[in-house]
């Protein structure tokens, strides 16, 4: 079998070189972690942690208290309150995303802060329509985030340049668009189980990161349709294409894409610098990052930040200063790095 080094169109495998590099140090929070996987964000002075882990899956911390745990929310089920598959996929202001998986679901969540009380509380919950749009329906949109007041992006998954979906305030499909990172055509069954990735979006630009090959994309919203700005591979790509399938060449190939975030000036690639054959999902050790890589939004490369310890989700703090991720010390644990001052 021929595995093959993917090229980008835009930018040439293994030239790109990153302006800046640096080693960021970790402080330790005392609070007390009871899962071994979960998403983080942050919201005004506190941070979101939502794991299927825990009861109740939505627990909220004081930054400045030092991560005090301060209040919680929901549980999995299906009544109200509850959930059955859900993911954090993005925040805004005081509000964040669940989506329910396979249900075409996002829950809008808001912080109330009021009087020195914060809760959680569920604002609305928005339903994607699934419509005959004279193809094949093979799987409902999901992991949902907000591009702009208007809008909602979603991963789609069809194929046909239609890897993605625009959505309006409502939910209300506007149109689907998109590119495969790959040339070569696979069924959407496929598409969707080795061409995964991460979304982030912000103020009409989003940013997609496959899980398994090092490509990175970006599009923006113009006129109510999301145009392509750039993408490329940032390291090699070797994979071949047998039967419709996509198969990787494990002792070369290096993945994968653990978590991603863009604010106004840059986008943040927590990324598993280690071959996909040593990646093992089971063991803590084999399944966290402790590199991140930086672009800005033209897609250049800014800097390699290398951490003192493995994490497996990230946030960042609303002036850009601070990252926080969950890391195993041996216990979850969560963790703080002071961001450098980059130059883009």
Known sequence: MLFVSCDSSHKQDRTIKFKEEHFLKHTAYDTELFIKHGRITVIDSFLVLVSIQQDPLCKLYSIPQNMKELYGY??????????????????????????????????????????QNVSIIESRRLKAETKNENEKVFRNDYYFARLDDEHYISIRYEGENKFFSLFDSTLTLI????????????????????????????????????AYLPYLACYQLKDSTMEKKWSFFYDQAYYAVRNGDILYYKDKSYGQVINLKMNDQFIYLLYLDQLLSEYNFNKTEKSMSNVILVFDHD???????????????????????????????PEPTLVEFLLPRLNN
Do not use: W
Request: net charge neutral; charged share 15%; glycine share 12%.
């Open 74 to 115: 929901g549980s999995i089920g299906n009544g109200p309150g509850e959930f059955l598959q859900p993911l954090l996929t993005y925040s805004h202001d005081n509000t964040f995303g669940l989506n329910e998986l396979n249900k075409g679901e996002l829950a809008i969540m808001q912080l109330i802060n009021e009087n």
């Open 299 to 329: 897609g250049n490369a800014v800097a390699k930040l290398r951490l003192s310890c493995r994490i497996n989700g990230m946030a960042l703090s609303n002036d850009g200063k601070k990252l926080y991720g969950i890391a195993h010390l």
């Open 175 to 210: 149109c689907r668009f998109g590119e495969s990172p790959i040339p070569e055509e696979v069924s959407p069954m496929v598409a969707v189980n080795r061409l995964q990735g991460r979304v982030a979006a912000s103020d009409g630009t989003m940013v997609f990161a496959t």
